[in-house]
């Protein structure tokens, strides 16, 4: 009984939370707002038992996309003090319109999900008896590395497509250049002091995160996105400078995990077929794979909350 | 006990729905900063309990990743920013309204 | 029931009254460094308590020690955060009394 009532709680405060993120007026609020909902996302995820999901959530809605958003409000709100332009209120009409079109699109999806038959058809048992041909226990991570690596696969690369697509938004004096804006050092040695212990603790919880995710929920996303997040936190407490664009290091980072991933996949064609991954050595190239994928997957995620180049190099 | 952790897990659940008033109204940024820092903690006071409630151990790992990073969207509202025509002006993004 | 349950309850109690307390302390208190020192108490005492309640409910020692990490991480972050939050609260203060600049100082 109490677990349904947590849960149903759980949903409203959800539900309340998301609305109060789109009616409040100030920028700020609103993204504390999604942060907060990011947070009780999580928490559902693990109400459903997916751990992996939650954990990827917590660290990318409640960590990185705060982040990401308070840059963006930031210089916004420069952009619009240089500009001095006056807000602009949406016509009546145009409101009207947009809650019609939210409002049906929400009742078809409701129509649909409803429609949905009672027995889910999935592959979810033939993937749970061959498990132990995977090498790990964690079915999440067989089925993202090796079941479906062509998924993970292309997305990995498609994140480095995102990267590359904010980077070419860069006026051309400025390619080469360390990305991000110039960060005064800080004045406050709390900052400091925090980003100077928290990035190893991080640093060793994020390998722990993929070294777990062969059995127990984590994973080389998770244990990534830590990684970043640790990144991050160096840099905004002015302890490390970003490196160049332009560093050829940084670039083999960046490319590290795809093309890992594609020569595994690559060399499985002479054993049979495009990444697949031998069974007994399932488990070692599962790890490696991971490994490079966290390493390209902190770089990428760092990288995009820091942003393009904004000064010469 | 599964129950009775369910039973805290709510109340937790409550009190950090109220704190939500602080995040919606509190005048400055660091009132609504402080607001969501405590709806993150109650969030690990709630990863702990269904954990413990449910025998999900894993869970723990939530709770971790989400303790490490909960201060995140803070760290970077308090970082000053030099602009790059304005060397002289600190911007604290802080303080604002 | 059994002294652990005992004990989990009581120290689930203890807990959940400090985070109550954080969070009436965050919503009524009238300026921002008292609704500071009211969330202070339900992160650090609140979430202690109720980490030291669920240590003997787990399974094993490693999963207890996971707990204590946990509750050491959030003290870390909460403490930064109320530090940082204090100092700019202080150093607006000051600008708005005597036109100073922003400058919190060195520790």
Known sequence: MTPVLFDAGLCVLILGVALASVIVREAFAAIAFFIVY???????????????????????????????????????????????????????????????????????????????????????????????????????????????????????????????????????????????????????????????????????????????????????????????????????????????????????????????????????????????????????????????????????????????????? | MHDLLFGFAIAILASIAASLVRVFSGPTRSDRVMGAQLLGTGGVAILLLTAAAGGNWAILDVAVVLALLAAFASFALFVSVATPKNQSGDRDVAEGT | MNALAIFTTVFLIAGLFFFIAGTIGLLRFPDLHSRLHALTKADNIGLGLVAVALMPQAPSIFLAVKLGLIWLFVLLASAAVSQLTARSALGHRAQLGSGETNDPGPV
């Open chain 1, 38 to 313: 990011g947070l009780l996302v999580a928490i559902a995820w693990t109400r459903l038992d997916a751990v992996d999901v939650a954990l990827a959530e917590v660290a990318i809605g409640a960590g990185l996309t705060g982040a990401l958003f308070v840059g963006a409000m930031s210089r916004i709100a420069q952009a619009a003090e240089a500009q001095a332009a006056p807000r602009r209120h949406p016509e009546r009409l145009a409101v009207v319109g947009a809650l019609l079109l939210c409002g049906g699109a929400g009742a078809a999806l409701i129509f649909t999900v409803l429609q949905l038959p009672e027995v889910a058809v999935s592959l979810a048992s033939l993937a749970e008896a061959n498990l132990a041909l995977t090498g790990v226990t964690n079915k999440v991570t067989a089925v993202l590395i090796n079941f479906r690596g062509y998924d993970t696969l292309l997305e990995s690369v498609v994140l480095l497509v995102a990267l590359i697509g904010v980077w070419s938004a860069t006026p051309d004096r400025f390619w080469g250049g360390p990305p991000g804006l110039q960060l005064a050092m800080t004045q406050d040695s709390v900052l400091g002091f925090f980003g100077a212990i928290l990035p190893p603790v991080g640093f060793v919880v994020g390998a722990y995160l993929i070294w777990i995710g062969s059995s127990a929920p984590g994973g080389a996303f998770q244990g990534g996105t830590v990684w970043a997040a640790m990144l991050l936190l160096a840099v905004l407490a002015g302890l490390i400078d970003p490196p160049l664009v332009s560093k050829r290091s940084l670039r083999f980072g960046l490319v590290l995990g795809p093309a890992l991933f594609l020569a595994i996949g690559i060399a499985g064609i002479f054993r049979g077929s495009f990444l697949g991954l031998d069974p007994p050595i399932a488990k070692t190239l599962t790890l490696a794979i991971e490994v490079g994928l966290a390493v390209s997957i902190a770089a990428t995620l760092a990288l995009l909350v820091i942003g393009k180049p904004r000064r010469a190099a």
